[in-house]
Nanobody, 122 residues
Framework: HVQLVESGGGSVQAGGSLRLACTHS???????LGWFRQAPGKEREGVAA???????SYAVSVKGRFTVSKDNNKNTLYLEMNSLKPEDTAMYYC??????????????????WGQGTQVTVS
């Protein structure tokens, strides 16, 4: 049973920073780990992802401001968010694909999801 648990969300003023973390269980030889977000009334969107080779992908809206990384020894995925904007306000979810993924920012690639952590930027 694969579990993912997010942490690090909170409220911050515009221009501030937050660091999200996601601890996950399970082991896969090839996988993608992704961060997604969903604001009220909007569809879930891919924010950033990193695959088992360490290659990263970012949504255009966050490129240059957000950094995704992982610590394999700790089974933890991170999202460093800088220069936050009010439009970054959303519930943030981490997910793991469980196998190779072709479109790391596409939610249907992912099999397992965390419960989410709220990020509010005012």
């Amino acid at each position: 049973h694969v579990q993912l648990v997010e942490s690090g969300g909170g409220s911050v003023q515009a221009g501030g920073s937050l660091r999200l973390a996601c601890t996950h269980s399970g082991y896969y030889s090839s996988y993608c780990l992704g961060w997604f977000r969903q604001a009220p009334g909007k569809e879930r969107e891919g924010v950033a992802a990193i695959d088992s080779d360490g290659d990263t992908s970012y949504a255009v809206s966050v490129k240059g401001r957000f950094t995704v990384s992982k610590d394999n020894n700790k089974n933890t995925l991170y999202l460093e968010m800088n220069s936050l904007k009010p439009e970054d306000t959303a519930m943030y979810y981490c997910a793991i694909s469980g196998s190779w993924c072709y479109d790391p920012l596409y939610s249907n690639e992912y099999a397992y999801w965390g419960q989410g952590t709220q990020v509010t930027v005012s």
